[in-house]
């Protein structure tokens, strides 16, 4: 006689398989599309806390030199980046377009002698803010190594209630 | 050696002056110097109008621009232009300055610039489509005599953004005008007496989207018949640098004194222009009005041979088709020096290029990979 088992224990295992990964999916998704941006320096730079009026003259580069005179260098986060999202929301208030508009009019007037350099991950924003003195980028705060030197910003670091970067 | 010969070594280590540092700067990717960053700018024009002018369609101007940085803080400038012409086309340098940036508050540079007299000059120089408008307000057109349009010597600038005012500055001293007022002294000042300038404005912190300023300038000006002026002219503006609106308004008086005993001869000119960006799906529209004048005293001896008396009203209509790509429909309605009033069309397509991929060039990777 063919013996019978229930079925409903593979199934609910399998189920149960496929509701974690799930999970875990969004959960990654979900990672990637909040959290805090944390504006990074290269270590040596002299600044430990700047305005938000004056983060927005660094990123629209009106301010070009920190106070020790380094020329300030850009590192932006290429199209689709969630924390590009935030940055040219927040501090540029600009959209993608307009963004793209205004570094072309700022290089024209000769306002500035370049516009910001491309990153196209947080590794590469990493190794490019240890190469070159002056850099300064942003990333997810999640993100932020020790050899980054994270700004604070109106006296707030990614986390503080009221940090402007949330 | 003959004289050819000397001149083609002089010209062979200028040529090799100017690449050295630009094929060197080239594969140092991870250098603090600024990179080559090459950006053009072209219009393509239709023009009906009342006036006894030719009509049809016209090629504006091809514009290029290079900035090249050849060390941190040195970075060479230069904008060329070419111009289609009814005999053939023209190309000018229209900006070539070396700069050397100490700090946000101090630039040193030589060479050939737009004079920072004029706000509409330093914004837009020849880049049409970044103004709004199909053309430049009289006052400050290409080719006026009105106000010098170009200025060529030494010039110093710097801004304090972050102080409660933002205040920036701009002074130099160079050639004045040519002996053809409308130009710069490009090969020597004609008269051997140096022009100067200042230029201020404030963009307060509080207020960003503000930016309010003046300027001065002053030269000696000297008529076909060799009577000379004292020179000076006095600006003002005041912009809003948003798009919904965008205002920008601008006065200047323009006062020769002769430097013989006689009467003092004041010329004014002033344009006030508003814009809207439309919002939500028609945020590609924007519909503008400028209203401009040019009042030049009939018996100014500089000014009267060019009949630079005007009174204009534009309305238009700027649509953004694409990101760097606009077309301009303009109606003209303007009054010049025999008190008649004309219309006229202006239809412009002006775009700006760089490189493909979504960035400027100033954004190129520093791996040297385009996106």
Same mark, same amino acid.
């Given at each position: 006689?063919?013996?019978?088992?229930?079925?409903?224990?593979?199934?609910?295992?399998?189920?149960?398989?496929?509701?974690?990964?799930?999970?875990?999916?969004?959960?990654?998704?979900?990672?990637?599309?909040?959290?805090?941006?944390?504006?990074?320096?290269?270590?040596?730079?002299?600044?430990?806390?700047?305005?938000?009026?004056?983060?927005?003259?660094?990123?629209?580069?009106?301010?070009?030199?920190?106070?020790?005179?380094?020329?300030?260098?850009? =590192?932006?986060?290429?199209?689709?980046?969630?924390?590009?999202?935030?940055?040219?929301?927040?501090?540029?208030?600009?959209?993608?377009?307009?963004?793209?508009?205004?570094?072309?009019?700022?290089?024209?007037?000769?306002?500035?002698?370049?516009?910001?350099?491309?990153?196209?991950?947080?590794?590469?924003?990493?190794?490019?803010?240890?190469?070159?003195?002056?850099?300064?980028?942003?990333?997810?705060?999640?993100?932020?190594?020790?050899?980054?030197?994270?700004?604070?910003?109106?006296?707030?670091?990614?986390?503080?209630?009221?940090?402007? =970067?949330? | 050696?003959?004289?050819?010969?000397?001149?083609?070594?002089?010209?062979?280590?200028?040529?090799?002056?100017?690449?050295?540092?630009?094929?060197?700067?080239?594969?140092?990717?991870?250098?603090?110097?600024?990179?080559?960053?090459?950006?053009?700018?072209?219009?393509?024009?239709?023009?009906?109008?009342?006036?006894?002018?030719?009509?049809?369609?016209?090629?504006?101007?091809?514009?290029?621009?290079?900035?090249?940085?050849?060390?941190?803080?040195?970075?060479?400038?230069?904008?060329?232009?070419?111009?289609?012409?009814?005999?053939?086309?023209?190309?000018?340098?229209?900006?070539?300055?070396?700069?050397?940036?100490?700090?946000?508050?101090?630039?040193?540079?030589?060479? #050939?610039?737009?004079?920072?007299?004029?706000?509409?000059?330093?914004?837009?120089?020849?880049?049409?489509?970044?103004?709004?408008?199909?053309?430049?307000?009289?006052?400050?057109?290409?080719?006026?005599?009105?106000?010098?349009?170009?200025?060529?010597?030494?010039?110093?600038?710097?801004?304090?953004?972050?102080?409660?005012?933002?205040?920036?500055?701009?002074?130099?001293?160079?050639?004045?005008?040519?002996?053809?007022?409308? #130009?710069?002294?490009?090969?020597?000042?004609?008269?051997?007496?140096?022009?100067?300038?200042?230029?201020?404005?404030?963009?307060?912190?509080?207020?960003?989207?503000? #930016?309010?300023?003046?300027?001065?300038?002053?030269?000696?000006?000297?008529?076909?018949?060799?009577?000379?002026?004292?020179?000076?002219?006095?600006?003002?503006?005041?912009?809003?640098?948003?798009?919904?609106?965008?205002?920008?308004?601008?006065?200047?008086?323009?006062?020769?004194?002769?430097?013989?005993?006689?009467?003092?001869?004041?010329?004014?000119?002033?344009?006030?222009?508003?814009?809207?960006?439309?919002?939500?799906?028609?945020?590609?529209?924007?519909?503008?009005?400028?209203?401009?004048?040019?009042?030049?005293?009939?018996?100014?001896?500089?000014?009267?041979?060019?009949?630079?008396?005007?009174?204009?009203?534009?309305?238009?209509?700027?649509?953004?088709?694409?990101?760097?790509?606009?077309?301009?429909?303009?109606?003209?309605?303007?009054?010049?020096?025999?008190?008649?009033?004309?219309?006229?069309?202006?239809?412009?397509?002006?775009?700006?290029?760089?490189?493909?991929?979504?960035?400027?060039?100033?954004?190129?990777?520093?791996?040297?990979?385009?996106?």
């Amino acid at each position: 006689m063919k013996s019978w088992r229930p079925r409903w224990p593979k199934r609910c295992m399998l189920l149960a398989v496929l509701s974690l990964a799930a999970l875990l999916w969004t959960g990654s998704a979900f990672a990637q599309t909040s959290g805090a941006i944390a504006i990074v320096t290269h270590p040596d730079t002299r600044v430990d806390d700047v305005t938000f009026l004056e983060l927005r003259k660094i990123f629209l580069g009106e301010q070009q030199f920190w106070s020790d005179r380094t020329r300030v260098i850009l =590192l932006v986060r290429a199209p689709v980046a969630y924390e590009r999202d935030v940055v040219l929301n927040r501090i540029y208030q600009m959209r993608e377009a307009q963004f793209r508009q205004y570094w072309v009019a700022k290089v024209f007037r000769a306002e500035v002698s370049s516009g910001p350099k491309i990153v196209y991950s947080t590794d590469m924003a990493r190794q490019l803010l240890a190469a070159l003195p002056g850099a300064v980028a942003f990333v997810a705060a999640r993100d932020v190594s020790p050899e980054m030197k994270v700004l604070r910003i109106n006296g707030k670091l990614p986390g503080d209630s009221d940090y402007p =970067l949330q | 050696m003959g004289s050819f010969g000397a001149m083609r070594v002089i010209l062979t280590t200028v040529i090799t002056g100017l690449l050295i540092p630009f094929s060197s700067a080239a594969p140092q990717q991870l250098s603090t110097t600024p990179p080559v960053q090459i950006l053009g700018f072209a219009d393509i024009n239709y023009v009906e109008t009342d006036r006894d002018i030719d009509e049809g369609f016209f090629l504006g101007q091809l514009v290029g621009h290079v900035s090249a940085g050849l060390s941190e803080r040195v970075t060479l400038f230069n904008e060329v232009s070419v111009t289609a012409r009814p005999d053939r086309y023209r190309i000018e340098v229209e900006r070539l300055f070396l700069r050397y940036d100490f700090s946000d508050w101090l630039k040193v540079s030589g060479g #050939r610039y737009h004079t920072p007299i004029s706000y509409w000059n330093t914004a837009f120089h020849h880049g049409l489509w970044l103004q709004t408008t199909a053309r430049r307000p009289e006052m400050i057109k290409f080719g006026t005599k009105l106000q010098p349009v170009h200025f060529v010597g030494l010039q110093i600038e710097g801004a304090f953004p972050t102080t409660p005012l933002g205040l920036a500055y701009a002074a130099g001293v160079g050639n004045g005008r040519a002996e053809d007022i409308g #130009r710069a002294g490009d090969s020597g000042d004609v008269n051997n007496h140096r022009a100067w300038l200042v230029n201020v404005f404030s963009r307060p912190l509080a207020i960003p989207y503000l #930016r309010i300023g003046a300027a001065a300038y002053g030269d000696r000006a000297t008529t076909d018949d060799d009577i000379e002026f004292d020179e000076t002219i006095v600006s003002f503006h005041a912009v809003w640098l948003r798009e919904d609106p965008e205002v920008a308004v601008e006065y200047a008086r323009i006062a020769h004194e002769p430097r013989s005993d006689g009467e003092t001869f004041d010329s004014d000119a002033y344009y006030v222009q508003v814009a809207y960006r439309l919002p939500g799906r028609g945020s590609p529209f924007k519909p503008y009005v400028r209203f401009e004048e040019v009042d030049v005293p009939d018996d100014d001896p500089l000014f009267a041979p060019f009949d630079l008396d005007y009174e204009g009203v534009v309305a238009g209509l700027r649509i953004d088709f694409t990101t760097l790509a606009a077309l301009k429909v303009e109606y003209r309605s303007e009054e010049f020096e025999t008190n008649e009033r004309f219309g006229s069309l202006y239809v412009q397509a002006s775009l700006a290029f760089g490189q493909t991929g979504g960035t400027v060039p100033a954004m190129e990777s520093v791996t040297g990979v385009r996106p």
